[in-house]
């Protein structure tokens, strides 16, 4: 029997002129682990809206067809009122926090949906232990890092022991072990899971059946074996993990050297240990490890964004800096003033810049007006722009589909090979790059070993 | 000591520099107040001193200069339009130095409260208007969240080679901090509506009960703030 159903559905978002999603119809049963793919801004964070009550109650727009979620037909029933029996993690983890310390988090929903008291902390300390938590239980949920902050998100959602988890990008902010660690949690839950994911493999690896959507209209709807021929044949570029070759030129001059750095934050442990490192022009290093290592530390010394406790850095040109979520920090309040502010106010060549990501079409639109893949393409606009010398992008390819994670990566390459050096700080192991720098965990940090 | 107990004596610490009139009781409650918030590890600390600290520097700064009081003149400057003659008594230095003690006392209760504190236990121990309460919980966590976010505003702009120095520099992140904030505002309400905030029957995790010590800190917050009217 289906637990969750949905029926010609169509939305539009108030103050919208075209719908989010159109005429969208499945039924989950029972255990399912459904991956939701598709581009960014298809339509797959509605449709989890849709699922959690949130379209239409939270979002004003226009609502057709319907979606019966646990026998509750979420047009009369209210987000507040599916809570428990639907949990949902959002893309952000740190917009979603209210609590101070990080228990008190988990215990929020329990609180809310009415959990008897004497169960509230048993269940909270279950939920943090499944999901590898339980040592960040006394922390303040402000210093956490975003990776440690997911998992704290994922623990409120389990500890409701829903029977639908809505999973909006959850491993987002996780290195590739953890980010399957987290999955396989979450697939042994036993709950019904509707998982929105960008690494697609990822999702593959634990769901049963596949929704692909694109311009808002469903077009698969598959058990993964199946779904995965389909998108072999149609969607190739969501078929597998991209393998990405880098074609740059042969490396020559040094554009960046790093001698010995040493960096810690505050009164904590250093983050960096006598780590070394050079790029060259022409070519594209990448920073990898898992969570703490110390990557994006390592890429803003680079950018000189940040200066060494101990060590030397020396930068032959100038450098860029593309900081992780670059969405989230626009200045300006038009889309070329934002470009344009790294070149002097120079609006010709900020055009330019736009026309190259493909948003020449916004120059007069506010930043905050686009759409969160729109954004990253303008923070890169706004880097490339300037044409520096060493370009260092921290995690570029966090949220981005596998469309664009291909054209993100052309583009680099290009770069690259107009003989400029880039240095990725990145998760991702499929980008291109000449050499790839592996940083160990926070705790047995002692030098830069290159991997690759 | 319970959050609550804690709370208490901070409050009564501010609203007694507040009712003081001596200087020297104000200067030692600051004091006091200034160790306490030093115990603190958190890596806001140095924001929040400043944010409590530099406000009080800028009142005695002022102060004398915008008031007419006293008749011991220190130093007479031009005359200004709307303000008058810029001069400088005694008497007005002392106001200033009173009224700045008292502002950065207040400030430095709001930095213990904000940084030692768990203010979801305040929140839980909060029997009505506990909206406004989670509302005040919720403001309290903006600052080191917007915080993050300027400094993060800053880095990207550096990052395109745009430096952001002395005050003009910053106060153009001011906008575009905000703003981020209201996003942010908005995806917290989805986030609570989703989970089941608002919902009638919620329940509250057990806590642990008040000790002595928590009851004792209590009266010493009435002793303190009735002391701060007849004596200090």
């Known amino acids: 029997m289906a637990l969750t159903r949905v029926d010609q559905l169509s939305f539009t978002y108030g103050g919208a002129t075209a719908p989010a999603v159109t005429d969208i119809s499945f039924e989950l049963a029972e255990g399912e682990v459904v991956a939701l793919l598709g581009p960014s801004g298809s339509g797959k964070s509605t449709i989890l809206r849709a699922l959690a009550g949130l379209v239409p109650h939270f979002h004003g727009g226009t609502f057709r067809g319907c979606a019966v979620v646990d026998g509750r037909d979420t047009r009369t029933a209210r987000p507040a009122d599916l809570a428990g029996s639907v949990a949902t993690v959002f893309q952000d983890p740190e917009d979603q926090v209210v609590m101070t310390i990080a228990r008190n988090e988990v215990a929020f929903g329990l609180e809310n949906v009415g959990v008897r008291p004497d169960e509230i902390w048993p269940r909270v300390e279950r939920a943090l232990a499944e999901v590898g938590a339980r040592h960040l239980a006394l922390r303040r949920t402000t210093e956490l890092s975003g990776g440690e902050l997911q998992r704290v998100c994922l623990a409120g959602a389990l500890a409701l022991r829903p029977t639908l988890l809505l999973l909006d990008e959850p491993t987002s902010q996780l290195d590739p072990d953890a980010a399957h660690v987290f999955l396989e949690r979450v697939a042994a839950t036993g709950a019904n899971v509707v998982l929105s994911e960008q690494r697609v493999a990822r999702a593959l690896s634990v769901a049963t059946r596949v929704l692909f959507v694109e311009d808002g209209r469903l077009l698969l709807d598959a058990p993964t074996d199946a779904a995965r021929e389909w998108l072999a044949a149609h969607r190739p570029l969501y078929a597998e993990d991209m393998l990405f070759t880098d074609k740059a030129t042969v490396p020559s001059d040094p554009v960046a050297t790093l001698e010995e750095l040493w960096f810690s934050y505050a009164d904590r442990d250093p983050v960096l240990r006598g780590v070394s490192l050079e790029v060259r022009r022409g070519e594209i290093v990448t920073l990898e490890g898992p969570n703490g290592s110390g990557k994006s530390t390592l890429a803003k010394l680079a950018a000189g964004l940040l200066d060494p406790q101990r060590g030397v850095v020396r930068r032959f040109g100038r450098a860029g800096y593309l900081s992780q979520d670059p969405g989230r920090y626009l200045a300006c309040e038009r889309v070329v003033d934002e470009v344009a502010l790294g070149v002097g106010g120079d609006a010709a060549r900020a055009l330019r810049a736009l026309d190259e990501v493909g948003l020449g079409w916004a120059a007069k639109r506010h930043p905050r007006d686009l759409s969160s893949g729109e954004r990253e393409r303008l923070g890169l606009a706004a880097v490339l722009v300037g044409e520096p010398d060493l370009l260092v992008l921290d995690e570029p390819t966090r949220g981005v589909d596998p469309e664009r994670k291909a054209e993100l990566a052309h583009s680099i390459v290009r770069y690259a090979a107009s003989g400029r050096g880039v240095l990725l700080a990145t998760h991702d192991r499929s980008f291109p790059a000449a050499r790839r720098v592996s940083l160990g965990g926070p705790r047995e940090l002692g030098e830069a070993r290159v991997a690759a | ?232």
């Open chain 2, 1 to 232: 000591m319970r959050p609550g107990a804690a709370a208490a004596l901070l409050a009564a610490l501010a609203a007694a520099a507040l009712l003081a009139d001596r200087l020297a009781s104000v200067a030692a409650i600051a004091a006091l107040l200034l160790v306490v918030c030093l115990l603190a590890r958190s890596p806001q600390r140095r924001m929040y001193l400043l944010g409590a600290i530099v406000p009080g520097l800028a009142l005695f700064v002022l102060w004398p200069l915008l008031s007419v009081e006293g008749f011991q003149v220190l130093w007479s400057g031009p005359s200004v339009p709307v303000i008058g003659t810029l001069d400088v008594t005694v008497e007005e230095l002392w106001g200033a130095a009173l009224n700045a003690a008292r502002l950065i006392a207040v400030g430095l209760a709001f930095t213990a409260y904000a940084l030692l504190l768990d203010h979801d236990e305040l929140l839980a121990g909060v029997s009505v208007a506990r909206r406004s309460a989670l509302a005040a919980a919720l403001a309290t966590r903006l600052v080191p969240t917007l915080q993050r976010d300027a400094l993060g505003l800053a880095e990207a702009v550096r990052g395109r080679g745009v430096a952001v120095e002395g005050l003009r520099g910053h106060a153009r992140l001011l906008s575009p901090v905000v703003a981020g904030s209201l996003e942010r505002a908005l995806n917290l309400a989805e986030a609570m509506e989703a989970r089941g905030f608002g919902r009638a029957g919620a329940t509250r995790a057990p806590r642990p009960p008040w000790r002595g010590v928590d009851r004792l800190a209590l009266g010493v917050a009435v002793a303190v703030v009735v002391a701060g009217v007849l004596w200090l």
